[in-house]
């Protein structure tokens, strides 16, 4: 542990409390939404000459890489995640095992447990059961599962909100083992803690296929979904309002066993915007959304210390000032690219209200495709904006991807860098 | 005969089993089906563009409108079918090989559709060769490529090469699509455009469709 990660917590804190912090905190796979491709974390490795070993696969979706303490030293972050136990494929993230990705060796977890189809697709299985409907496919070469939608036919006309709670259970006292043998483990490092404990996902639409179930029952089909917002809104309600009773429960229960050790909770990433416009009205976010967003974010509030994660990718800026109304206190991931998402406007119609955590470097174009020189002067400006007065966390916009190369990931730390000490 | 403003008003409003019984109680009288299509379906498609546009309407409203008018172009189509009237136009759609996300895909389909194109959907990852072999035996005139991911992207470019050696590039128009994507990707790789979203789409296939039959 170096020096300076011992301040690292009090400069996250700073940064979300809206105070200069002595520098601009940095974060790298906290959550599942500010990661790194396993890929790129193996690259990152090389790069600062640590030991070689094969990297964990922490989330198996997005196949990101668990980011260790010796590399979040080289790279200057100053958060450590506390996951879920289980992912979202619904196994636990325990007992490692090596596999191979594109001729890659990683590391993942014992329930991680695959097939190949005909195509030459892997296949991924719930809970680990291989007699289970597989639930996430990864095209041959590629880098990511997707989740496969595995609707079932439904009545519309008696649908049971229960159906859709299936994944919002009451959590068990192993889980909260879990949790808290984890805050333990990473409290008193110096980093700021930064939760994700699951449950509080609205309509998150990666989760509403219900990846990590055998057998999904409800409006399981993306489409489907995203049409019942309009056409079966009472029903949208019902399972919202069930998820959210069992959510403030489960808050409760983890505040018990972890208190207020932790800095900053995921709460939310439904996403509401598109690249040039969004999902919804606002007026559709504050009837169907912000009820629920509110229970658990003023439940929050009023009993821990914990700020409000919102992340929603997109044209979102119309929606900040009802985020900032439902209790959210940082929103990410700041897609500064899309329309209406223009950096300096953001920082001085929001900056004192709204922590930014993200918006560091966009992920579609520069940081992938662009050269260091691109990525540098882009990672300057954003700090330039977004540092001042505290409210910003760096991080790119998104995970970093993979292919990205390693020489413009280095390039937007050095940036960061520079930009301290000028 | 049925008010067939109600068709409009159907499928503008995304009631599907209201614009399929007017649709079917309306060919059941003797109309047109082309009438059906041209005067009312397709003003609703465009209308509801329109509102896409302006942010009165999102995706939820445009996936009830595209339904509501698939439902009535199920019953029209085999009667257009058979007596041989051509679609304005014949749309190969899929996203590139190695991507799977299909909701921007499927909602431009729609929406051409709508906008009274044939769609022929390929799904997703797409291999250059399905593309190639769907231009060659579906007699299409504009191919669309869709991807979601930056590590996808190439694929639209190995696409549009592949088609270049098969000798099918010409005989189509190529639009290309999804959340990386840029209109100077699209010119980079060949295409011949590129729309940001659904509604626009449309008013860019018919913009292709009028050049190459210009």
């Known amino acids: 542990m170096t020096s300076a990660a011992a301040s690292s917590r009090q400069r996250v804190l700073d940064a979300l409390n809206h105070r200069q912090p002595d520098r601009v905190p940095v974060d790298f796979g906290s959550t599942s939404v500010t990661g790194i491709h396993v890929s790129v974390v193996a690259g990152l490795r090389r790069h600062y000459g640590l030991e070689q070993r094969p990297v964990k696969v922490h989330e198996p979706g997005q196949m990101l890489g668990l980011v260790d303490d010796d590399l979040r030293d080289a790279m200057g972050i100053d958060t450590v995640s506390i996951m879920p136990a289980k ?5 636990l993230n325990e007992n490692w095992k090596p596999w191979v990705l594109n001729g890659l060796e990683v590391l993942v977890a014992e329930g991680f447990r695959t097939t190949i189809d005909t195509n030459g697709d892997t296949l991924l299985y719930p809970q680990g059961d291989l007699t289970a409907a597989p639930s996430g496919r990864m095209p041959a070469g590629g880098f990511f599962f997707d989740v496969i939608v595995r609707q079932n036919d439904f009545d519309p006309e008696h649908l049971d909100p229960a159906d859709n709670c299936e994944e919002f259970q ?10 808290q043998r984890s805050v333990a483990a990473v409290q008193g490092c110096g980093r700021a803690i930064v939760a994700g404990f699951g449950g509080t996902g609205f309509g998150d639409i990666a989760r509403v296929p219900g990846p990590g179930l055998k057998v999904p029952r409800g409006i399981r089909d993306v489409t489907e979904w995203y049409v019942s917002t309009r056409s079966r809104r009472d029903y949208i309600h019902q399972v919202f309002q069930r998820q959210c009773e069992v959510a403030l429960g489960n808050l409760e229960r983890i505040r018990q066993r972890v208190g207020n050790s932790v800095d900053a909770v995921y709460i939310c990433g439904t996403d509401f915007g598109t690249q040039s416009s969004a999902f919804c009205s606002v007026a559709t976010l504050r009837e169907l959304w912000v009820p629920y967003y509110r229970e658990i974010n003023n439940w929050v509030h009023a009993n821990t210390t914990w700020k409000c994660f919102k992340h929603s990718c997109g044209s979102v800026e119309r929606f900040f000032e009802t985020f900032i109304d439902a209790g959210f206190d940082i929103i990410n991931p700041v897609q ?5 998402m223009e950096p300096a406007m953001l920082k001085e119609k929001y900056g004192s209200r709204l922590v930014f955590w993200g918006g560091g470097i966009d ?5 992938p495709f662009g050269s260091p020189a691109e990525v540098r002067e882009q990672a300057l400006r954003r700090l330039e904006i977004f540092a001042p007065g505290g ?10 991807q993979a292919g990205t190369p390693v020489e413009n990931v280095v390039a937007m730390l050095d940036a960061v860098k520079e930009f301290h000490h000028a | ?11 503008l409003n995304g009631d599907q089993k209201t614009s399929v019984a007017i649709t079917r109680e309306a060919l059941d009288a003797g109309t047109d089906p082309m009438v059906l299509i041209t005067n009312y379906m397709v003003p609703a498609m465009d209308e509801v563009g329109r509102l896409f546009e302006c942010e009165d309407y999102f995706v939820p409203e445009l996936l009830l409108s595209a339904r509501a008018m698939k439902g ?17 136009g014949r749309v190969v759609i899929g996203t590139v090989k190695g991507d799977l996300h299909d909701i921007g895909k499927n909602l431009v389909g729609s929406m051409l559709e709508g906008g009274g ?9 797409v291999s250059a060769e399905r593309f190639i072999e769907a231009v060659q035996t579906k007699n299409a005139n504009i191919v669309c490529l869709s991807a979601l991911l930056t590590v996808t992207m190439p694929s639209m470019r190995t696409t549009i090469e592949a088609m270049k050696a098969a000798g099918v590039r010409d005989k189509v128009k190529i639009m290309v699509g999804g959340a990386p994507v840029t209109s100077q990707f699209a010119e980079e790789i060949g295409a011949d455009g590129y729309s940001d979203n659904a509604s626009s789409a449309v008013a860019l296939a018919r913009r292709l469709r009028a050049e190459a039959t210009a």
Not at chain 1, 170 to 179: E, K, Q, R, S
Not at chain 1, 392 to 400: C, G, L
């Open chain 1, 391 to 400: 409210g910003f966390v760096f991080n790119t916009v998104h995970n970093i």
């Open chain 1, 170 to 179: 009451p959590i068990g006292d192993a889980d909260l083992d879990v949790l």
């Open chain 2, 72 to 88: 009535s172009l199920e019953l029209i189509r085999p009667l257009l079918a058979a007596r041989g009237d051509e679609p304005v």
């Open chain 1, 363 to 367: 992920t579609q174009q520069t940081l």
């Open chain 1, 87 to 91: 992912t979202s494929y619904g196994f």
């Open chain 1, 336 to 340: 500064c690219s899309a329309v209406g």
């Open chain 2, 1 to 11: 005969m049925p008010d067939l403003q109600k068709l409009y008003d159907a499928v």
């Open chain 2, 117 to 125: 194109f044939e769609v022929i959907d390929l799904g997703a990852d």
